[in-house]
């Protein structure tokens, strides 16, 4: 089992950039796919980016495909998001969440795939 704790969210003007990090406690960090979403107010949560627990595989959303990059460090135990040429619309609370795949080197892109989420953090960007 593992528990997701984001940061490095904040304020920043639109065409900046901020690097989201999630570290995730456990020993056994490598064996979770990874997953990024967001939700802005009075929006459902959606997909951002996801990762293969061996970071072989990601995948974005198409809104973001070309400004955002994910990765992981499994030495560190966690997982980046990097966000570039952020626009207004990048807005919102921004979730990490992790699946356990055992052997598996799948990546996941729905929110109800994943069993473990951290509580967030806030991304606003000002035009």
């Known amino acids: 089992q593992v528990q997701p704790v984001e940061s490095g969210g904040g304020l920043v003007q639109a065409g900046g950039s901020l690097r989201l990090s999630c570290a995730a406690s456990?020993?056994?960090?490598?064996?979770?796919?990874m997953g990024w979403f967001r939700q802005a107010p009075g929006k459902e949560r959606e997909f951002v980016a996801a990762?293969?627990?061996?970071?072989?595989?990601?995948k974005c959303a198409d809104s973001v495909k070309g400004r955002f990059t994910i990765s992981r460090d499994n030495a560190k135990n966690t997982v980046y998001l990097q966000m570039n040429s952020l626009k207004p619309e990048d807005t919102a609370a921004y979730y990490c969440?992790?699946?356990?795949?055992?052997?598996?080197?799948?990546?996941?892109?729905?929110?109800?795939?994943?069993?473990?989420w951290g509580q967030g953090t806030q991304v606003t960007v000002s035009s």
């Open positions: 456990g020993r056994t960090f490598s064996d979770y796919a």
């Open positions: 990762i293969s627990r061996s970071g072989s595989s990601t």
């Open positions: 969440a992790a699946e356990r795949t055992g052997y598996s080197d799948r990546i996941y892109s729905t929110s109800s795939e994943y069993d473990y």
